[in-house]
């Protein structure tokens, strides 16, 4: 599986970081990481394509590359917004734009509180387009008994939305 990520914002980063911590390591992954994130830190996973977010001739951007799925964790309201309306000027929202483009799984996961009018509405209009939009939101029905657990639990949540098979959190059982 071909996997872009792309961590835009400040707000959330580690959530990004530990997204990518936990992929499972046949996962080739394309990670782009926004000038605002500034998290160029090194990453541990083997199969990490490290793009520049101004690329946007970059192999990732084009349909024909191949990935059969893309991630923005967390997702500015910034990025939502341009992707909301079509704008795609930097790398993160080229391959937004592609994904929706090519009908590919595309999982945004704002992370603002409390949601303006205008954040809401786009969201709205880019689930209508068949994007997934997931927050990081708890689920405190998750049995989770510390940060860490919780974090596991919402990473887990989008590798299931993504077809990403993982065992991150307890699972309902009969």
């Not at 391959?95 to 799984?105: C, L």
């Not at 996961?109 to 809401?120: M, Q």
């Not at 887990?156 to 009969?174: A, C, S, T, V």
Request: some cysteine; aromatic content about 8%.
């Amino acid at each position: 599986m071909k996997l872009a990520v792309a961590i835009t914002g400040a707000s959330g980063v580690e959530l990004g970081k530990k997204f990518i911590e936990y992929l499972p390591s046949h996962i080739d992954i394309h990670l782009v990481v926004s000038d605002n994130a500034k998290v160029v830190e090194s990453f541990e996973h083997q199969n990490i394509t490290l793009h520049s977010d101004k690329d946007i001739a970059s192999s990732i951007s084009s349909g024909s590359f191949g990935v059969d799925a893309t991630a923005i964790i967390p997702c500015s309201m910034n990025s939502l917004a341009k992707i909301s309306y079509g704008i795609a000027d930097n790398l993160p929202t080229r391959i937004a734009s592609v994904a929706i483009k090519e009908q590919k799984k595309l999982l945004l996961a704002p992370r603002e509180l409390p949601f303006s009018p205008i954040a809401l509405e786009n969201m709205l209009k880019l689930s209508r387009l068949g994007v997934i939009i997931a927050p990081p939101v708890m689920g405190y029905y998750s049995d989770s008994n510390s940060l860490e657990d919780m974090e596991r639990f919402i990473i887990g949540k989008w590798y299931d939305l993504l077809g990403i098979e993982n065992e991150l959190y307890r699972r309902w059982e009969r």
